[in-house]
């Protein structure tokens, strides 16, 4: 696999101030399925993606130098967990929390649904926030260990096309032009779409870059960051 250069940091993370992390998530209605090939990006976000990205990205988590690799990434505060098909852990909700929605609201200039619908089956938890320009869907995969989550992370690179190996998130990370990215933390694969974003839609041309972004929001919540 090839590995996507950043060509620019994402220095506005330390200008661009973004909600805290919380530990429990918010309660929205449990309605939505799970997710289509969607994802989003912002104008001010600059993420590794096959078109040259923007000059500055609000996020919490700025990317690293070190080439990705496969396996899990290392435990941050949002430590490993036993998977459990009752519930999503307390890690995997974070995505649908009412700081990752205000956070997505500062990396796309625009305001989501402020109720992301969200739901739990088959030890995957989605989270999906729609907007006028169209919907952006999370996802958390919760694996039983670190093991059979490297191989369903691995297995997720079957589903998209035109995958690139990223830099910045944690080993064995990958995305799209499309804009979908798939990261593993332990036992938790995460997954942003912004692929259905509307064509018309002024986020569509850089949703690589917001998805990219989106991720390393939600990546450095995990990390404790």
């Known amino acids: 696999m090839k590995v996507n250069k950043i060509a620019v940091a994402l220095v506005a993370a330390a ?45 919490s988590a700025a990317p690293s130098s070190a080439a990705p690799s496969d396996g899990a990434a290392s435990t941050g505060s949002a430590s490993a967990h036993i998977g459990d098909a009752s519930a999503p852990s307390e890690a995997a909700k974070m ?35 729609q907007l006028p320009e169209g919907p952006i869907v999370l996802t958390v995969h919760e694996a039983a260990d670190v093991s059979a989550a490297t191989a369903y992370t691995k297995a997720q690179r079957s589903t998209v096309q035109g995958e690139k190996d990223l830099t910045g998130l944690n080993p064995g990370a990958f995305g799209t032009k499309d804009g979908v990215v798939v990261l593993q933390k332990d036992n938790d694969t995460m997954r942003v779409d912004t692929s259905r974003l509307s064509p018309q839609s002024k986020l569509y041309p850089r949703r690589a870059d917001f998805a990219y972004n989106i991720a390393a929001v939600v990546l450095g919540c995990w990390n404790g960051d």
């Open 15 to 59: 200008a661009v101030p973004l909600a805290g992390c919380s530990a429990s998530a918010s309660t929205p209605p449990s309605s939505s399925s799970a997710p289509s090939a969607a994802s989003s990006t912002s104008s001010s976000a600059a993420a590794p993606s096959s078109a040259a990205p923007s000059s500055a990205a609000p996020s």
């Open 95 to 129: 995505i649908c929390t009412d700081e990752t929605r205000d956070n997505i609201t500062t990396v796309l200039s625009v305001k989501p649904d402020p109720k992301p619908a969200s739901s739990w089956r088959n030890h995957v938890y989605t989270c999906t926030y």
